[in-house]
């Protein structure tokens, strides 16, 4: 079985800093696009950062300058880099990864980690 599992959440001050990371783990014969999606309290889910398994990015512009995406393939593992925090970045971090399951090749499946807290204090 295929599970996503998140980490590096927390609370810091405005202006600083976290690395969030997301590792699948189970039965995975390939990982396509990689993602980090944010939801506040309220508030409907949203992109972040994509990457590809390439190595292809893209960020809403939100966080444009601020966050980095990357992935470690032979780890299963992405990251997301947060500097110049905001109270607006206060939310709940789910990493999404597009998965083909070693059991059922030619279907790819989405995946959703439980999510991690990110607070940012003004």
């Known amino acids: 079985q295929v599970q996503l599992v998140e980490s590096g959440g927390g609370l810091v001050q405005t202006g600083g800093s976290l690395r969030l990371s997301c590792a699948a783990s189970g039965s995975i014969f390939s990982i396509g696009d990689m993602g980090w999606y944010r939801q506040a309290p309220g508030k409907q889910r949203e992109l972040v950062a994509l990457i590809n398994s390439g190595g292809s990015t893209n960020y809403a512009d939100s966080v444009k300058g601020r966050f980095t995406i990357s992935r470690d393939n032979s780890k299963n593992t992405v990251y997301l880099q947060m500097s110049s925090l905001e109270p607006t970045d206060t939310a709940v971090y789910y990493c999404?990864?597009?998965?083909?399951?070693?059991?059922?090749?030619?279907?790819?499946?989405?995946?959703w980690g439980q999510g991690t807290q990110v607070t940012v204090s003004s």
């Open positions: 999404k990864a597009r998965i083909t399951p070693a059991q059922a090749r030619g279907v790819i499946l989405n995946y």
